[in-house]
T-cell receptor
Framework: KNEVEQSPQNLTAQEGEFITINCSYS?????LHWLQQHPGGGIVSLFM???GKKKHGRLIATINIQEKHSSLHITASHPRDSAVYIC??????????FGKGTHLIIQP | NAGVTQTPKFQVLKTGQSMTLQCAQD?????MYWYRQDPGMGLRLIYY???????DKGEVPNGYNVSRLNKREFSLRLESAAPSQTSVYFC????????????FGPGTRLTVL
């Protein structure tokens, strides 16, 4: 079973700061997902990556397959970005394995 | 499109009671999932269904049963609830396989006393 580690567990930053959340995994995968969970519970998929880099608005996700590592970046952070960000990896017969999440708070 | 819907949103049970959590999706997805989310842990798969009429155990299936009633609906049943089943339950669906993008319902917060 893949082991997924996210860092940091908690992050508090000021509005406008550049944010980086990291995800490492132990076994080769076919896809990596970043998800967002707002207070109140709803979970939304942000990105699915198998290589390289993807960008959507102020969010950028990168993956390094050789190093088994992915990062999620938020540029010009805003209080509405406050949420839990979850990394999930998938491959083979095990489906998705989820990290414990990074709790992000952006202060005005 | 409503996406993935779940009922109920909240539920309190006494130990030993039974209940069924309902899930439906209107995206014509083949695969559906039930997860539980507990503090300090990642989402864990309870059961999944790759297609109508098929179900398979996930990581934590004990104490649960599922039914894939049709392509739209996937229900989760607790036959005799235990305090260890206190959790938030999420239903999800995906168009293709288990590593595909999954779309989540709003969750059911269940407390077992």
């Amino acid at each position: 079973k893949n082991e997924v580690e996210q860092s940091p567990q908690n992050l508090t930053a000021q509005e406008g700061e550049f944010i980086t959340i990291n995800c490492s995994y132990s076994v080769g995968i076919s896809a990596l997902h970043w998800l967002q969970q707002h207070p109140g519970g709803g979970i939304v998929s942000l990105f699915m990556l198998s290589s390289g880099k993807k960008k959507h608005g102020r969010l950028i996700a990168t993956i390094n397959i050789q190093e088994k590592h992915s990062s999620l970046h938020i540029t010009a952070s805003h209080p509405r970005d406050s949420a839990v960000y979850i990394c999930a990896v998938g491959g083979g017969a095990d489906g998705l394995t989820f990290g414990k999440g990074t709790h992000l708070i952006i202060q005005p | 499109n409503a996406g993935v819907t779940q009922t109920p949103k909240f539920q309190v049970l006494k130990t030993g009671q039974s209940m069924t959590l309902q899930c439906a999706q209107d995206m014509n997805h083949n695969s559906m999932y039930w997860y539980r989310q507990d503090p300090g842990m990642g989402l864990r798969l309870i059961y999944y269904s790759a297609s109508e009429g098929t179900t398979d155990k996930g990581e934590v299936p004990n104490g649960y049963n599922v039914s894939r009633l049709n392509k739209r609906e996937f229900s989760l049943r607790l036959e005799s609830a235990a305090p260890s089943q206190t959790s938030v339950y999420f239903c999800a669906s995906s168009e293709a396989g288990r590593t595909d993008t999954q779309y989540f319902g709003p969750g059911t917060r269940l407390t077992v006393l």
